[in-house]
C-alpha cells in the first residue's frame, strides 16, 4: 500500500521528490493554498525589513510559514474525508471544520505576532 522509501540518499530523494509532488499537488488544487501563498511572498520581504532582530524576523516568517504548513494539512484531511465518499457524516464534517479552524487559529497567530513585533 505504502510506497517503497529505499535507503540511505535513495531514501533521502524519494522523500524529496514526495514532497515536492505534495507541494504541487496543494498548489495546483488548493485555492486558500494559493492565496495563502500569495500574501506570504508579498510579506515575506516586509518581515526581513521590518524586524529589528534576527528573533522578530524568525518570528514574522515563522508565522508566515506556519500558515501554509497547517494550511497543507487541512487540505490533506480534506482530501482524505473526500476519498472516502460525498455522503455526509457527522464526523466527516467534524474533521473538515477541525482543520478548518485550525487553519484560523494560525492566521489569527500570524496577525498577533505581527502586531505585537511591529506596534509594541
Known sequence: MGKESGAGLTRLRNAFGWSMAGLAATLKHEKAFQQELGLCLILAPFALLLGKTGVEKSLL????????????????????????????????????????????????????????????
Open 61 to 120: 516568517l515563522g508565522s508566515l510559514l506556519l500558515v501554509l504548513i497547517v494550511e497543507i494539512l487541512n487540505s490533506a484531511i480534506e482530501a482524505v474525508v473526500d476519498r472516502f465518499g460525498g455522503e455526509h457524516h457527522p464526523l466527516s464534517g467534524r474533521a473538515k471544520d477541525m482543520g478548518s479552524a485550525a487553519v484560523f487559529l494560525t492566521l489569527a497567530n500570524a496577525g498577533i505576532c505581527w502586531i505585537l513585533i511591529l506596534f509594541f
